[in-house]
């Protein structure tokens, strides 16, 4: 048995699977909410697994435990020095979370005017400790760029500088991701802004994947010269990960049809307004995975050993995909946690999950919203 497989196998076996899923090949409903509506108030078939220790609590092998609770709206978490960072959507904070789980302050950002799904969303770090920031302004969603200084303890941001603006913004749609990726280039997923035909336009930057250097100039090598865009024909697409051979992936909520899993490769069209899902037709290219809206919506998603894991809002789970087999994924914690917003690498080949059960869509628990980890590979 692979690595990759072993730790799928060994994740599956510490959290008592309950179900599996294939492509999604059941008949579409003929009306469903939005992909980031209110997680359906019927009760999943939650797996069995043992619930989470109390924030800062050291962790055991019995499974996952809360590293810290009381978050407003989380929305993207990514570590510096041995701590973390999260910002808050609708408060427009970021937060410094400690080793043991106490938060502070780190930086409210300055022009912050989203509302809705709009607001303080992505987070990224680079190899001169800056950290990036997409957020919406007045004028549209856009990407800044901080100076961070300080020992962990006392991180703080030094002045604001914007290296994009003017990505379309709206209420709903308005993307949000950002990563490095193994190129040392920042790639950012825009929403089409609830406008989809944007997504097809090229000079447009919105419904598209964005690839740029790190002050937000475009690459030499980019598919379309002079362009930012790296991708198009997306609808919202809220999750990037690259897996150990450079491939990159992305996560992206659909209508009322399909949510994605997309492969994406430079230059591609991925079809939305024009189809969502799997459309078979050589004009644009096909997701490798999709699922029914209120199964998945999916959001942030990450690569560790081999497999692929998506958080999912409106299906409330972790998704597991196979890298060797990208056509399958397997549900883990069904149910457990609510609305699952983000998940990263933490430390120690753990998982770190983000919830969000605060942001006006889900039912939050007495200390939601969490930032949970997950323990390794168990022997």
Not at 131 to 147: E, H, K, M
Not at 230 to 242: A, C, F, K
Not at 344 to 370: K, M, V
Request: hydrophobic share 35%; net charge negative.
């Amino acid at each position: 048995m692979d690595t990759a497989t072993r730790h799928l196998v060994c994740l599956t076996t510490a959290v008592l699977l309950t179900s599996c899923t294939g492509t999604g090949d059941s008949p579409a409903p003929a009306a469903t909410p939005g992909p980031d509506a209110p997680a359906s108030t019927a009760s999943p078939a939650a797996a069995v697994t043992a619930g989470p220790s109390e924030p800062g609590q050291t962790p055991g092998s019995e499974g996952p435990r809360v590293v810290t609770g009381g978050l407003e709206a989380p929305w993207s978490v990514v570590l510096l020095d041995g701590v973390a960072l999260v910002s808050e959507r609708d408060s427009s904070r970021i937060l410094e979370i400690s080793a043991d789980g106490a938060q502070r302050v780190a930086a409210t950002i300055e022009g912050v005017t989203g509302t809705g799904e709009g607001g303080l969303l992505g987070l990224a770090v680079d190899t001169e400790r800056r950290l990036y920031v997409y957020s919406t302004a007045a004028d549209g969603n856009r990407i800044q760029r901080f100076p961070i200084t300080g020992a962990p303890g006392a991180l703080e941001l030094g002045e604001a500088e914007t290296i994009l603006s003017g990505i379309p913004a709206a209420r709903n749609h308005d993307g949000g991701r950002i990563a490095f990726g193994p190129d040392g280039m920042l790639y950012a997923t825009t929403g089409d802004a609830g406008q989809p035909d944007v997504a097809q336009d090229r000079t447009s930057l919105g419904g598209k994947i964005l690839r740029m250097e790190a002050d937000g100039s475009v690459p030499e090598d980019n598919p379309f010269p002079g362009s930012l865009v790296y991708s198009y024909g997306h609808r919202n697409p809220q999750g990037l990960t690259w897996d150990d051979a450079g491939t990159l992936y992305a996560a992206e909520f659909g209508q009322n049809t399909w949510d994605e899993l997309n492969v994406i490769t430079p230059g591609s069209n991925y079809g939305w307004p024009l189809v969502e899902g799997i459309a078979g037709s050589e004009a644009f290219t096909d997701p490798v995975q999709q699922w029914t809206p209120e199964t998945a919506s999916p959001s942030g998603i990450t690569h560790l050993n081999g497999t692929i894991y998506i958080a999912n809002l409106r299906g409330r789970v972790l998704r597991a995909v196979p890298v060797e087999d990208l056509s399958t994924s397997i549900e883990l914690y069904a149910g457990e946690y609510g609305r699952i917003r983000d998940v990263i690498r933490g430390p120690q080949n753990t998982l770190w999950i983000l919830t969000s059960n605060t942001d006006g869509r889900g039912s939050p628990s007495a200390d939601d919203d969490r930032l949970i980890s997950i323990p390794p590979e168990l022997p």
